[in-house]
């Protein structure tokens, strides 16, 4: 057992969730914020117990060969967002390619599925088509940005190398803006004061700007000047909206919305396929990322023309989509009535006749729409991080497709879904990961799953 506020030499040998460095003193485990594989550390140790101890790092004693330079300002480095900006990028795409790999192994017990290497981005900065910026006062002043590591506290973001450029631009207009009229700054601590967030949505093939200003109200001031001076300094940009939010919540967006200049949506292309965006819309914040992971779902699907799919946690139907256009019929579920509403409006604009939604639980929907007769040759699920029901499971095995498609957010509820299937004679025939979010530890796979 390791010493509180004493110092050790600690050599880090893996990266944990969070991006945690995992480092060993003697065999005892100590993690290490802000530590890289092959780092040899000074840590002062901050909490001690039987089995583990947390230190911070005092002296970086000898630099691992993966660390290089941050891209962005030193005073963002407790920025909640990128957790290993300052790894190499080659190494970031290793860590996950073996994350899968090892939770498919400890978990699913799959030792023989093949886990191809984690496809990631030429260049993996500015990929993000959305962004949300709390809004808070400090010692009187205005700031913008992102919430600090594990706090509600707001770090002062000019510029952040993840999200598209645009917003280094509008973040500017909209601090002068709440200095110019005196703009009331929400408290989430004493729920007073007005403006609370700004959200921006960028259409990367299209170009269009979605402003969103969200208030604990109403009302703010001078709306339509705002709308003026965006309009003359930000390209592309399209509507502002007032989203309105009162409650006493983490959740950023409230259900109503009032539009201030434009239409209130903004459209962008994945492939060949046109989506409309609202406000409240969930969409892929990695655009060109997302291409490769549909596509990749796509040839695992291997459709023909008279192939049926059953999409299950289709989303506003952006995977439905893609599959209707090489197969006979596609049928979406959804939990989510708002998402429902934009995969209908998004099966017409692409002209997209052979697309049925269904809105509801996939756990009642999925075997209820079975019992009536529907059925599907392959089915396709892109599940939440906590996986699958296992009654959705049992009906897919029921429905006996040829392939199952399994997009995953989450290795671990992943693997155990797999594993599951496994038992019931479908076997895992390779994974593909994907780098969704380049600088973070989180990773996107492709499973194909084939009947046996």
């Known amino acids: 057992m390791l010493l509180k506020d004493r110092e050790y030499e600690v050599d880090v040998v893996d990266i944990g969730q969070g991006g945690v460095g995992i480092g060993k003193h003697d065999g005892f485990t100590v993690f290490v914020d802000g530590g890289l594989i092959s780092d040899k550390l000074k840590v002062k ?3 001690s117990k039987k089995n583990y101890a947390v230190g911070e790092i005092v002296e970086i004693i000898e630099k691992s060969p993966f660390r290089v330079e941050r891209v962005c300002a030193d005073k963002l480095s407790d920025c909640g967002g990128c957790q290993i900006q300052e790894l190499d990028y080659q190494k970031q795409l290793d860590i996950k390619t073996n994350e899968v790999k090892q939770t ?75 200095k110019a009229y005196n703009v009331s700054i929400y408290d989430e601590k004493t729920h007073t004061g007005v403006l609370r967030h700004l959200v921006t949505k960028v259409g990367f093939e299209t170009k269009e700007v979605m402003v969103v200003l969200v208030a604990n109200g109403k009302k703010l001031p001078y709306l339509n000047e705002l709308a003026s001076v965006l309009k003359e300094n930000v390209p592309g940009f399209k509507t502002l909206v007032l989203n309105t939010n009162r409650e006493k919540t983490n959740v950023i967006l409230g259900k109503e919305n009032k539009v201030i200049y434009g239409d209130g949506k903004i459209n962008d292309y994945i492939g060949d396929l046109v989506f409309e965006i609202s406000p409240l819309s969930f969409f892929q914040v990695n ?66 006749e052979n697309t049925e939604f269904f809105v509801g639980k996939a756990e009642e929907v999925v075997p ?80 194909l799953l084939c009947r046996d």
């Open 104 to 178: 498919i192994s400890r978990i699913g017990k799959l030792n023989d599925t093949l886990v191809h290497p984690t496809l990631g981005m030429e260049n993996p900065f500015r990929y993000r088509n959305k962004a949300q910026f709390p809004i808070q006062k400090i010692d009187g002043k205005t700031v913008i940005g992102f919430y600090k590591k594990k706090s509600h506290d707001v770090i002062p973001t000019d510029k952040c190398i993840i999200q598209h450029d645009v917003n280094d631009k509008i973040i500017k207009i909209i601090k002068t803006y709440i």
């Open 45 to 47: 140790i901050t909490k």
């Open 368 to 447: 209820k729409l079975y019992k009536e007769g529907k059925t599907a040759n392959v089915v396709v699920v892109d599940p939440p991080r906590k996986g699958c029901e296992e009654s959705v499971l049992d009906t897919i095995v029921s429905m006996e497709p040829d392939k199952v498609v399994y997009v995953s957010c989450n290795p671990s509820t992943l693997a155990r879904d797999l594993a599951y299937l496994d038992e019931r004679g479908y076997k895992c025939k390779e994974i593909q990961p994907v780098d969704m979010f380049p600088h973070t530890m989180h990773v996107e796979s492709v499973a």
């Open 287 to 352: 655009p060109s990322q997302t291409e490769v992971l549909y596509n990749k779902a796509l040839e695992y699907a291997d459709l023909k023309e008279n192939d049926t799919v059953f999409d299950i946690y289709c989303g506003i139907g952006t995977i439905s989509l893609f599959l209707a256009q090489k197969a006979k019929k596609v049928y979406g579920v959804e939990i989510v009535g708002d998402a429902i509403k934009d995969a209908k409006i998004n099966a017409k604009l692409n002209k997209l």
